[in-house]
Each structure stands twice: as C-alpha cells, then as structure tokens.
C-alpha cells in the first residue's frame, strides 16, 4: 500500500529530517538510507516500522541539515608517520637522492591522517530522532488508511458485481436444460426428416447426461462461499491481505471450472465477466495491508 509522511526534529542549529515512502509490495520490506553517524538507529527503525506494518516496500531516507550533530577532529597516526619518514630517509641514502620532504608530501601520505567524530549528546539525538521518526509513521499510517478506505469500497463494490452474476448463472439452469431438450429434439427431426418422431424419454435421458456434465451449482455455491468469506475477512481489524489472495486464488479456480463446464453463449460471456473481476480483485488485493 502506497503512502508518504515526512517529520523532522531540531537539535541545537542542526535539523534532522525523516521520510518515509512505501509502495506495494507482498511482504514488508524496509530499505533505509541514514548517514553513517546515525546508523547505530537503523534496528531501531526497523523494529518500529514492523510494530505499525506489516506489507509494503518501505523507504527509510534521514538527511542532516547543519553543522552535524557530531563534532569532528584529525587525527595523526604519529607510528605510521615516522616510519614514512625512516624509509624515505634510508631511500634518500641509499640512492642518493636530493630534496627536502614537503608538507604537500606529507599531506598525502596514506594512513597517517583520520577523522573521528565525536559523540556529543546521544541522548538529545536519539529524542530528536525519535520525535522525527514518529511524525513520519504517523503521516505514512494515516496515508495508507485514508487508501485503505477507498480500496474497501472498490473490494466490496466488486464483490457485489460478482454476486449478481452468479445469480443470473443460477437463474439460466432451468434455461439451459430447455434449451438442450430442443436442440436435441430440432436435430433429431433435422436428421430423419419427420419419418421418426423424436422418443421424449430417451430426449429427456440425454439431456440429463448433458445437465449433469454441465452442471456447475456445486461451483457456484464455493463462490458464494469465497465472496462470504472475503467480505468477512475484509471487516477484520487486522492484517488480512494474504488470507485475501488465497481466497481469491480459490475463486478463480471456481470460475474456471465453470467456464470448461458450459457450452451456453450466455454462460461463457458472464463467465468472462466473472474472471475480470476477480482479476482486478487480485491486483487490488496485493495493495491491502
């Protein structure tokens, strides 16, 4: 599910600012982007996002505007330094070379200068932090919210659609079955010509035989079983997206069937209408929490 907040939080004339930015995705997956002096914060984060979350791709992004929050110093790695300075020497004898070593040189020697930062108030920064970050769930949570409620309203709309169609299916049966009864007696005269009237036992007897192959209430009774159970588990105060896909995967699966059962026109055409809906559901269904 989609959503975006943002919080920020000041410490002293450095300003920390948080955003978050989730996408749809079908599990949680959290990727943050802190500066390195604040990362000893990103479990906590984490932590904190799968208290509130529980699907979605989210993007953790924390910029420092300021000074910093750490103060920093040079370090000379005096060791290191003169033993450059023992080997340039032996060099310098060894094969006679002239010159002085300057402070440009020495400025570019590896490893003999490093800059630490200082921690000055941790405390003041992981409540700087803290106010940042919960200004910014709480935008994201109220986001994805206000979507959830127009995406229950899209749900529960096509879960209607999907139950006025399965009632014209209930109602075409009787239909259908007339239907074969007359196909089957017009071939029958078609064939013989009117020499032989039509036996309405054995007619009967054979649309039985296609009633039954054709037969799709058991289908259509699991459908109505699966659209109960989804606006149920739609009402749930928890998270409920992946229960969501099965229940849609088994209805597929039902229409499906039905589709391969039947031969009427009227029947193949809802049955189309059937698997759009349900296709849009399942697309709709990856963005529910």
């Not at 409540?127 to 994201?140: C, G, H, N």
Request: no cysteine; glycine share 4%.
């Amino acid at each position: 599910m989609t959503g975006y907040g943002k919080g920020s939080a000041a410490v002293d004339d450095t300003e920390l600012h948080v955003e978050l930015r989730s996408v749809n995705h079908r599990f949680l997956d959290i990727s943050s982007k802190m500066p390195r002096s604040l990362l000893f914060l990103e479990d906590q984060v984490k932590s904190k996002l799968r208290e509130s979350l529980s699907r979605g791709r989210v993007d953790v992004y924390v910029t420092i505007e300021g000074h910093g929050l750490f103060d920093k110093k040079v370090d000379v790695d005096w060791t290191v330094a003169d033993q450059y300075f023992e080997r340039l020497k032996e060099m310098k004898a060894r094969y006679n070379l002239t010159g002085d070593l300057s402070i440009d040189m020495v400025s570019r020697l590896e490893n003999v200068f490093s800059i630490q930062e200082i921690e000055e108030d941790t405390n003041e920064l992981q409540q700087a932090f803290q106010s940042a970050f919960a200004a910014s769930l709480d935008q994201l949570v109220q986001m994805r919210a206000q979507e959830g409620k127009r995406l229950l309203e899209d749900l529960q709309n096509r879960i209607k659609t999907i139950e006025t169609i399965l009632a014209k299916l209930e109602e075409r049966r009787p239909e259908v079955v007339q239907e074969y009864k007359d196909r089957i007696r017009a071939r029958i005269e078609e064939y013989t010509q009117g020499v032989i009237q039509p036996d309405d036992a054995r007619i009967l007897q054979e649309v039985g035989v296609l009633a039954e192959k054709g037969d799709v209430t058991e289908e259509i009774t699991r459908l109505h079983s699966h659209t109960s159970q989804f606006s149920k588990t739609l009402s749930k105060q928890e998270p409920v997206g992946r229960r969501l896909d099965f229940i849609v995967q088994e209805m597929h699966r039902e229409v499906n069937t039905i589709g391969s059962k039947s031969n009427d026109s009227e029947v193949t055409k809802w049955v189309v209408d059937l698997k759009s809906e349900i296709e849009k559901i399942k697309e709709q269904v990856q963005n529910v929490e």
